[in-house]
């Protein structure tokens, strides 16, 4: 057996016996995928998860990609080539794709789930597949000829990447140098240095497709003047059959050494060096309208990025669990004074069991918030398709049911993204990798790499400050607080239950927690207000939205826990096995209510410390000369 251990089981009740996704499978516009085809769907792809994606993982880090200025060619380990092709073979990707394409449409919290089993598995198999992706949005907004191209993007497994990091301007992306120059045939000759683009090439391509922003001459400064271009490596004589011509004047000058992700091609793209052959570019679209169109690319590469990191986290823990079972050492706590006692299996001592249920609690906990965003994701989607094949923009557009839901997924993203990376990165490494004891350090076990691997989700796509000042200033505040007003109440409904179920003290302990968020984001509100008059009260802010941006996520965590607990505590009561299942397996349900009380006593409880930390900021810290640091 290979690295990866998914939980699919876990996966299951989170979709179908709480937020109860068979309601929308199986009818308009899902009829092809209903519930058995997605439990189908799970269990296959949770094996070729489990065996030949997850078989390259450790070669792949071990003898990573080179690339060869000389050809401009990049090897990388057979094995992980062949991992890749499985998947593509495979075609579970297919879910993902609008049926104009050739694809089958499934309700979003159904591809992430699927999603989620590749990216624990080996995550730059499903970065490596981001054409597919691509190929969708380039269709939506794209002119006749570029949704030819979106198709042959599909039909020819071409790859594609997002250009936005410049070496100078790093994640003030206004900041960018890139130029445009139209050529005044329709196309536009672009000219700069990008870095840190991710998939940029590969033996398996034969064409990359890159969207790159740039600045038309004479565009105003900052993000308002940056345009969307799609830049192919080669130009493409054909639209119907996908003929290849010469290459373009985009290249790869290097390839990436990193401290993990090794297998994921990192490159340096350049365009335009060469004056004789120039970087041919179209305008998205024919519209200017690059930020934006940018960001429905970024906003899937955070959802993505945050379930790569739930992901790794579950089985980390997962792979820590499996070993503290079997791992003999020491005596039972109440009777190590007997020196004749029995050792035992370290599952039996304290503070691994403290360990395990925090990894299990975290582990399970972000899932569940990933698929309840992407629950939000179900009902944007089947609007965009029942309304029309055109792609809406506006959620103004929509009903209000559905225009809420697009609110509420924008104002989770962060906390998917940033919680779920800052919490697994530290979890696998302070929790996960210490289960093992010295044993952790070794690459004997996939958690060292694990922990290499997870780092980069806190980084790219938007560091975690990043993501806090997001989920304040643009997810808050210009939102009028009315997607955080509709969580507080579906939050509010459940801690106002009254069963008697013994969970009374968590939905206490998730009703204070959300005092103690509400109370963090009036404060900042209230800074960020008075900042109009005096500038330097926005600082508070700036030292406040990290602290905020993790609250929130522990909230949202602790609250889906008590609801998944609910579930549980029903069906043991009732003893039934649920939708799906999981009421065959007792243990489990008592683990789900185990963890909820855990959570609302071990970690809810800190968020008075945040509140309390975040009220008192003290702007001083700003006034500080750089050298007394």
Not at 328 to 351: C, E, F, N
């Amino acid at each position: 057996m290979g690295h990866y251990r998914s939980n699919v089981r876990d996966t299951e009740f989170m979709l179908f016996d709480v937020l109860r996704r068979q309601d929308v499978l199986g009818a308009a516009p899902y009829e092809e995928v209903d519930l058995e085809t997605a439990r189908e769907a799970l269990r296959q792809v949770a094996e070729l998860a489990e065996g030949p994606l997850a078989a390259s993982f450790e070669e792949s880090d071990r003898q990573p990609p080179v690339f060869d200025p000389a050809t401009g060619q990049v090897s990388m380990p057979e094995s992980f080539v062949t991992s890749y092709l499985t998947w593509v073979e495979n075609e579970w990707w297919r879910l993902e794709v609008d049926e104009s394409l050739g694809g089958t449409p499934a309700p979003p919290s159904l591809s992430w789930a699927l999603s989620e089993l590749v990216l624990g598995a080996n995550p730059a198999v499903k970065m490596f597949s981001a054409g597919f992706t691509f190929a969708n949005l380039l269709h939506r907004l794209g002119t006749p000829d570029q949704q030819k191209l979106a198709q042959l993007m599909i039909d020819q497994r071409w790859g594609a990447t997002m250009v936005l990091t410049e070496p100078d301007a790093g994640s003030d992306v206004g900041a960018g140098r890139a130029k445009a120059v139209d050529a005044g045939d329709g196309s536009w000759h672009l000219t700069g240095v990008k870095r840190f683009i991710t998939s940029g090439i590969a033996p398996f391509y034969d064409n990359v497709v890159h969207f790159v922003l740039a600045r038309p001459e004479g565009a105003l400064p900052g993000t308002k003047g940056l345009s969307l271009f799609l830049v192919s490596d080669h130009h493409i004589e054909d639209l119907e059959t996908g003929e290849l011509g010469e290459r373009n004047g985009v290249e790869v000058a290097n390839i990436e050494h990193k401290m993990g992700l090794k297998i994921s091609t990192t490159c340096e793209l350049r365009f335009g060096e060469d004056a004789s052959r120039p970087a041919v570019g179209y305008l998205l679209g024919e519209v200017h309208d690059g930020i934006a169109q940018m960001f429905r690319i970024i906003e899937y590469a955070r959802m993505l990025v945050g379930t790569k990191a739930i992901a790794t986290l579950s089985t980390g823990y997962l792979n820590a669990l499996d070993y503290a079972k079997e791992r003999v050492q020491g005596a039972d706590l109440a009777k190590m004074a007997d020196k004749a006692s029995p050792r035992v299996t370290i599952t039996h001592h304290p503070d691994v069991r403290r360990s395990l249920m925090l990894q299990k609690a975290y582990a399970e906990g972000l899932r569940a918030l990933m698929l309840y965003t992407a629950s939000m994701q179900d009902v944007v989607h089947a609007a965009q398709d029942l309304d029309s094949s055109e792609d809406i923009k506006d959620p103004g557009e929509l009903s209000e049911q559905v225009a809420m839901a697009a609110r509420v997924n924008d104002l989770l993203l962060p906390l998917v993204k940033g919680c779920g990376s800052e919490r697994a990165w530290t979890l696998l490494g302070t929790e996960s990798l210490q289960t093992y004891g010295g044993s952790g350090f070794l690459q004997d076990y996939p958690i060292e790499q694990y922990v290499r691997d997870a780092k980069i989700d806190s980084l790219y796509e938007g560091t975690t400050a990043i993501q806090g000042m997001d989920f304040f200033f643009r997810k808050i505040v210009r939102d009028k607080g009315a997607a955080l007003g509709y969580v507080a109440q579906q939050v509010m409904a459940t801690v106002s239950g009254q069963q008697d179920d013994g969970l009374g003290a968590v939905r206490e302990a998730v009703g204070r927690a959300l005092a103690e968020v509400q109370q963090m984001v009036e404060f900042l509100t209230g800074r960020a207000m008075a900042s109009q008059s005096e500038p330097g009260q926005i600082y508070a802010v700036g030292l406040g939205t990290t602290r905020l941006l993790m609250a929130a996520g522990d909230l949202m965590i602790g609250w889906l826990l008590l609801r998944q607990a609910e579930v549980a505590a029903g069906l043991l009561a009732a003893g039934e096995a649920g939708v799906s299942g999981a009421g065959e397996d007792p243990a489990y349900l008592q683990g789900k209510v185990a963890a909820a009380k855990f959570f609302a006593t071990e970690v809810l409880p800190r968020l008075g410390a945040d509140r309390r930390t975040v009220t008192a900021a003290d702007v001083a810290l700003m006034e500080l000369p750089e050298d007394a640091f």
